[in-house]
């Protein structure tokens, strides 16, 4: 991804399943990518075999991030969107036990998962550490193959592309590469930067389309925050990780507490009780809760990954449970069109992906979203919203990924309410700050993520070979 090419809001935010953006969803889609490509030369009836091979981070953390459920599931052409959770686990099953899968739905393939899926771990593609291969065999002996790059956030690339990046097809408003850019657009208009934002994505879509998509995402949002509240239970993997948000949940409420469906419980959080204390506990709760489903494969949002999908969620769950509650659903759009700009300009200028930046890419971003998000809505000015999306970043510098088990779980869910926690408290303190007197910009912590992620050793990008990977002992079954 260059600075020339566009970043939709909804690049940003994507529904998906969990546990991965880049080892799970971006494979998933990989998978699809590499079926649209045997359609379009017409050799997709002709497929005897298909192989999957797995590069760097993709090949050492791919068990634990579910890669190999991801690619079976795109060549059998299943939508990560609209796929049923629910039947996640049985459909694999039945791949493994009949070592058969339907290729696109429609061609019936023999397909061994130990033997088909190839996890290369001493061997990494130069263009980036998540690289897979996709090779198919032909009748009458030809071949098809294709080398994709998952590169953070759901997003995917062919060699070519990642070589020879395509330049914005739309002609924007309000072009907007740094956060320079965009403040001087927010100077010239008067706009705030979600307006700015709002008039960029007319370029897509008609704004209704746009507000209508941004509540869809808050609905996912909010409804796998309802959905981990309510779970109970240990995550999948073998790391034998009890589930917290129900207990939590339980505990800030009531064990006895009654409420039908998630309009009647969020009433309920708000009358539960009062003060520092109980709302940090909420927090907290609400993060825990879209981390320990995006652990279980469930259905989750890109904010701006799997792997951090839980501080957006529980910071806009704060503002719409604790603050200004009337003026709540009007200004969930502003917030997400905000934090998809800060989003953008990271991604634009370093990186959103663990494995090129270590955690401060996915953790770090997102608290840096959410803070501008926040800011935004309680009132900041344009100036305000950058400084605390900067001092939101500032305090995740450095932030390694070293999943234990290649799992998704520990550091990863508490690392959510950390970060949930850092962006409302950077929010706080850029509202009582005069941006003019700050010493570091926005795009100044950009850079300086970016050079952090380049100088990061690799066994601190999402390989598990080190911090609290390679210091707690473990014994993982399948996932």
Not at 249 to 254: E, I, Q, S, V
Not at 389 to 406: R, S, V, W, Y
């Amino acid at each position: 991804m260059t600075a020339q090419e566009d970043i939709s809001v909804f690049d940003i935010f994507k529904i998906g399943i969990g546990p991965s953006s880049s080892h799970t969803l971006g494979p998933w889609k990989a998978a699809r990518c590499f079926l649209e490509k045997l359609s379009a030369c017409g050799a997709l009836p002709r497929v005897r075999r298909v192989t999957v091979r797995l590069y760097g981070s993709l090949a050492k953390t791919g068990k634990g991030h579910g890669t190999d459920i991801a690619v079976q599931l795109g060549l059998c052409g299943e939508d990560p969107v609209t796929f049923d959770t629910g039947s996640l686990r049985a459909k694999i099953a039945a791949i493994r036990e009949r070592r058969q899968l339907l290729l696109q739905g429609t061609v019936p393939l023999s397909f061994d998962p130990d033997s088909d899926i190839l996890f290369l771990v001493m061997e990494s593609l130069p263009l980036h550490p998540n690289a897979l291969t996709f090779g198919a065999e032909l009748e009458g002996g030809d071949s098809i193959a294709e080398t994709y790059y998952s590169v953070g956030g759901g997003f995917v690339a062919t060699e070519t592309e990642l070589e020879h990046p395509p330049a914005g097809e739309k002609t924007l408003q309000f072009p907007t590469d740094t956060a320079r850019d965009l403040l001087q657009w927010c100077i010239k208009t008067g706009l705030n930067i979600s307006d700015i934002v709002l008039e960029n994505e007319a370029s897509w879509r008609p704004e209704e389309a746009t507000r209508a998509g941004l509540h869809h995402i808050f609905e996912t949002m909010s409804g796998c925050i309802y959905r981990g509240c309510h779970t109970e239970g240990t995550l999948p993997g073998g790391l034998g990780v009890a589930r917290r948000a129900a207990a939590l949940n339980k505990k800030l409420l009531g064990r006895n507490a009654a409420y039908d469906g998630y309009e009647a419980w969020i009433a309920a959080t708000r009358k539960g009780g009062q003060g520092f204390k109980y709302t940090l506990d909420w927090v907290n709760c609400f993060a825990l809760a879209v981390n320990e489903e995006n652990a279980a494969f469930g259905r989750v949002v890109t904010a701006p990954t799997n792997g951090a999908a839980g501080v957006i969620p529980a910071v806009l769950q704060y503002w719409t449970v604790f603050c200004e509650e009337q003026a709540a659903a009007e200004r969930i759009v502003p917030f997400l069109l905000t934090a998809g700009a800060i989003g953008s300009l990271f991604k634009k200028g370093a990186t959103i992906s663990a494995a090129m930046g270590g955690c401060q890419a996915e953790i770090g971003v997102s608290a840096a979203m959410a803070a501008a998000g926040l800011t935004e809505c309680l009132g900041g000015t344009q100036r305000q919203v950058l400084m605390a999306a900067e001092i939101a970043m500032e305090h995740h510098l450095g932030l390694t990924c070293d999943p234990i088990g290649g799992l998704v779980q520990v550091p990863c869910i508490e690392r959510n309410t950390m970060g949930a926690v850092k962006a409302i408290t950077a929010s706080q303190l850029a509202l009582q700050s005069n941006p003019d007197l700050a010493k570091v910009s926005l795009d100044a912590v950009v850079r300086t993520m970016w050079e952090t992620a380049l100088d990061m050793n690799s066994k601190y990008k999402e390989t598990s070979e080190g911090g609290l990977a390679v210091r707690i002992p473990i014994s993982l079954s399948e996932c």
